[in-house]
C-alpha cells in the first residue's frame, strides 16, 4: 500500500454511492452501511488524505457501570467523565487530549474526523444528556500524554437505544479500544456480539478486568471472551477491587495480566503509536472490505425485486400490445412487396406490366365512385381504431387486476410499494374509461418500411427460381392484363366474381388475386410476416401504454435498478483494490 491516492479515490467513490441505511431490508444491513459509511468517512478517508498525524486514538467502551469512566479518569489524570455509582450517566462521547494536540496539522486531523465542540477549562461537558452520533466533547489537558487523544464512550447496553449508535460512530475511527468487563458481563450475549463487531478483522483491542478477587479467574473468564469474540485482545489487565477508588480518593489502577508495559505506558509512549497505528489501519481496511463484500451482495438482491417487476410488467405490457397490433395487420405491404419483388426479379413481366398498371389504378378509382352512386359512402376505418383500442383498454383491465397481489408480496422501499398500490388500484381502472389518446393505433411510416424491408427479404428467401417463379410471373402478368373495366362493372352491380378484383385496403385493383399467389411462395409466410408486424407495433403499443399509465412506477423501478446495480459493481470494484 505504498501509493494510497488511487484507494483514496476508490473509497470516495463508494462512499458517494453507498446508499442509505433505510434502503437496505435487512436490518443487518442497515447495520453494515451505516458501519461503513462512518468508518470511510470518519477513519479510512482522513487517514488516507495524506501524511498520517502521530496521533494515537483510543476508545474506552463496555457495558453499562462497568467502570469506563473510571478508567478513562485515571488515563487522562483528572476527573473529567462523570463517575458514579448508579452507572449509565454518558450518553454522548468525551475526549481528552494535550493542548498541544489542538492545533496545526492535528487540529485539522481532528476535525475531518469528528463534529468536535471544545469544553472550555473549568466547565463540564453535557454528555449525561443525548446529542448526534459524531459528536465529541473535546476537553484539553496537560496530564495527558502528547501524541494520545483517549474517548469516553456511552454504554451500549443502557436503556438508552440511541446510546449504541452513538458510541459505534466513534468506535470504527479509532485505532484501538480499551474495553471493560467484570464478572458479571464477561459473556454477556450482547457484549460478545458488540465487542465482536467494534473490533471486526483483527482491530487491535485491550481487556480490562474490572473488579477482579481472583486472578485465575479473571484469565479464565477473559479467555472465554477472547474466543467468542474470535481473535485474541493485544494486552489484558486486572484492576482488582479498590475501595479508594469507590470512594473518590485515588484513581483507578491496572496491571498487565501477562508482563509488557503497564496500560499508560501502551497508550502514552511514542514508540509503541506507530505499530499500533499500522495495525489499526490495516484492520480498518479489512473491515471495509468485508462490509462492502456484504453490502455489494446486498446491493444485487436488492436489484432483482425491481428488475423482476418490471420485466414482469413490461412483459404483459408486451402481450397486451401484441394482441391489439394483431386487429389490423397491414396485409398490403405483403403483396406490394411481392409484387415489387417479382418486378425487380424480371424486366420483361415489369415493362408488360407497367401500362395496365396504370389503367387498374384509374379503374380503382372509378370504381370506388360507382359504388359509392349505388350504396352510398363505403365504411370508415373507426371499426378497426376502435377493436385495436378496445383490445388494449381489456388487456390493461385485466394486467391491473392480475397484479394487484403484488402489493402487499412487494419487500422492497416503502415509496415503491405506495406506487403499486395507486397503479395497481381503482385510479388506473378508472383512468380506462377515459379515451386513451395513443396515436398511431394502425401504424407509424417506419414500421410499415421495416416490414416491407422484411416481406421482400421473404419473398426473395422463397423465390427459388426455376418453374414455379417463371409461372408466377406469367399469373401476375396475366392480373394486370384482363378486361378489369368489366370487372370492375360486375363487381358493382352484383358483388359476385369480380369481387376478387375489387380494391382493399387502398391497394391495387388486382390486390386480392396477388394474395392468392403470395400464398403459393409457402402456408407459413403471412404467419410470418403476421407475428413481425406484432413483435414490431405490439412493442410500440406497448410503450405507448406505458408512457399513458405506468410511467410513475416503472421511472422508480429503472432507477432503482440501475443504483443498485452501479453500487454493487463499485463496491466489488473497490474491495478489489485493498490488498495487503
Given amino acids: 500500500m505504498n501509493d494510497l491516492a488511487p484507494l483514496r479515490t476508490a473509497l470516495e467513490s463508494a462512499l458517494a454511492l453507498l446508499p442509505s441505511p433505510e434502503r437496505f431490508v435487512e436490518e443487518g444491513d442497515a447495520d453494515t452501511a451505516r458501519r461503513l459509511h462512518e468508518r470511510l468517512r470518519r477513519d479510512l478517508l482522513p487517514r488516507l488524505g495524506g501524511t498520517d498525524a502521530p496521533l494515537l486514538l483510543v476508545a474506552i467502551a463496555g457495558p453499562n457501570n462497568v467502570g469506563k469512566s473510571t478508567l478513562f479518569n485515571a488515563l487522562v489524570g483528572t476527573p473529567l467523565s462523570p463517575a458514579r455509582p448508579e452507572g449509565g450517566l454518558t450518553k454522548q462521547c468525551l475526549a481528552a487530549a494535550h493542548p498541544d494536540t489542538w492545533t496545526g496539522a492535528l487540529r485539522d486531523f481532528l476535525t475531518r474526523r469528528y463534529d468536535i465542540v471544545l469544553v472550555a477549562p473549568g466547565e463540564v461537558a453535557p454528555v449525561d444528556q443525548p446529542g448526534p452520533a459524531g459528536r465529541l466533547y473535546l476537553v484539553l489537558a496537560d496530564a495527558v500524554p502528547r501524541g494520545l487523544v483517549v474517548m469516553d ?87 482488582p477491587h479498590q475501595p479508594e477508588v469507590e470512594a473518590g480518593v485515588k484513581p483507578l489502577a491496572t496491571h498487565p495480566l501477562d508482563g509488557g508495559p503497564s496500560l499508560s505506558s501502551l497508550l502514552g509512549e511514542p514508540e509503541h503509536t506507530r505499530a499500533l497505528k499500522a495495525r489499526a489501519l490495516e484492520a480498518s481496511l479489512r473491515d471495509a472490505r468485508a462490509d462492502m463484500e456484504r453490502l455489494a451482495e446486498a446491493s444485487t438482491r436488492a436489484a ?154 421473404l419473398v426473395a428467401q422463397e423465390l427459388h427460381g426455376g418453374a414455379r417463379e417463371e409461372l408466377l410471373q406469367t399469373l401476375a402478368t396475366l392480373v394486370y392484363s384482363v378486361p378489369s373495366g368489366a370487372a370492375a362493372a360486375v363487381t358493382v352491380a352484383t358483388g359476385g366474381l369480380g369481387h376478387d378484383a375489387v380494391i382493399w385496403a387502398g391497394t391495387l385493383l388486382s390486390t386480392p388475386l396477388l394474395e392468392r399467389f403470395v400464398d403459393l411462395l409457402g402456408a407459413d409466410l403471412r404467419e410470418r410476416v403476421t407475428q413481425r408486424w406484432a413483435d414490431s407495433h405490439g412493442a410500440t403499443l406497448a410503450q405507448a401504454l406505458e408512457q399513458r399509465f405506468f410511467a410513475q412506477l416503472l421511472g422508480p423501478l429503472d432507477t432503482q435498478v440501475a443504483d443498485w446495480v452501479r453500487t454493487a459493481k463499485t463496491l466489488s470494484e473497490t474491495t478489489s483494490r485493498i490488498s495487503f
Fill in 304 to 457: 432483482r425485486e425491481p428488475e423482476r417487476l418490471r420485466q414482469r410488467l413490461r412483459h404483459e405490457l408486451l402481450g397486451v400490445g401484441r394482441a391489439a397490433a394483431l386487429k389490423a395487420v397491414p396485409a398490403d405491404v405483403l403483396v406490394e412487396a411481392f409484387r415489387d419483388e417479382l418486378d425487380a426479379r424480371s424486366a420483361f413481366h415489369r415493362y408488360v406490366r407497367l401500362p395496365f398498371r396504370g389503367l387498374a389504378t384509374a379503374l380503382t378509382f372509378l370504381s370506388r365512385q360507382v359504388r359509392r352512386s349505388f350504396t352510398g359512402p363505403e365504411p370508415t376505418a373507426a371499426p378497426v381504431a376502435q377493436a385495436t383500442e378496445d383490445t388494449l383498454r381489456d388487456g390493461v383491465r385485466r394486467l391491473v387486476e392480475g397484479f394487484a397481489p403484488e402489493v402487499a408480496a412487494w419487500r422492497g422501499e416503502a415509496a415503491t410499494r405506495e406506487l403499486l398500490a395507486q397503479t395497481f388500484g381503482p385510479a388506473t381502472l378508472a383512468r380506462l374509461e377515459e379515451p386513451l389518446g395513443i396515436e398511431g393505433l394502425h401504424s407509424r411510416p417506419e414500421e410499415r418500411e421495416g416490414l416491407y424491408g422484411f416481406c421482400r427479404g
Fill in 153 to 239: 464512550t456511552p454504554d451500549f447496553d443502557s436503556v438508552y437505544r440511541d446510546n449504541r449508535e452513538r458510541a459505534e460512530a466513534l468506535l470504527v475511527t479509532v485505532d484501538v479500544l480499551v474495553f471493560v468487563v467484570s464478572r458479571q458481563t464477561y459473556q454477556n450475549a450482547a457484549l460478545v456480539d458488540f465487542l465482536r463487531t467494534a473490533v471486526g478483522h483483527g482491530h487491535p483491542y485491550l481487556l480490562v478486568y474490572n473488579e477482579a478477587t481472583r486472578e485465575e479467574t479473571a484469565r479464565g473468564h477473559l479467555e472465554k471472551l477472547a474466543a467468542d469474540v474470535g481473535h485474541p485482545a493485544l494486552a489484558r489487565y486486572l484492576a
